[in-house]
């Protein structure tokens, strides 16, 4: 069995929208990891990677040049409360 890999550089999709989407789903997996790391309250471990995950994508998205004010002030917002939870898990 074979399986097919679908190069995610042979695209033909110069759209400038397209990349903003990306800043918006990175911002929106941030916001999806604070809560399931607000949810994991009785799992440190569980609770300090999805706070890591938050991290990680607020901060691509502060380092995404494509980024609207609103997305950033979000991203800061995120990136805070990643940081509370990473220092008191």
């Not at 911002?27 to 604070?34: G, H, K, P, S």
């Not at 890591?52 to 502060?62: E, F, K, M, P, Q």
């Not at 990643?82 to 008191?88: D, G, V």
């Amino acid at each position: 069995m074979t399986t097919q890999i679908t190069d995610p550089w042979a695209t033909t999709d110069h759209d400038p929208t397209s990349i903003a989407s990306v800043t918006a789903a990175t911002l929106e997996e941030a916001r999806a990891d604070i809560h399931a790391a607000n949810a994991a309250i009785d799992d440190p471990h569980r609770r300090k990677q999805y706070a890591l995950s938050a991290r990680d994508n607020a901060v691509t998205v502060l380092l995404a040049g494509d980024a609207s004010p609103d997305e950033l002030r979000h991203a800061e917002h995120y990136l805070a409360d990643a940081e509370a939870i990473i220092a008191n898990p």
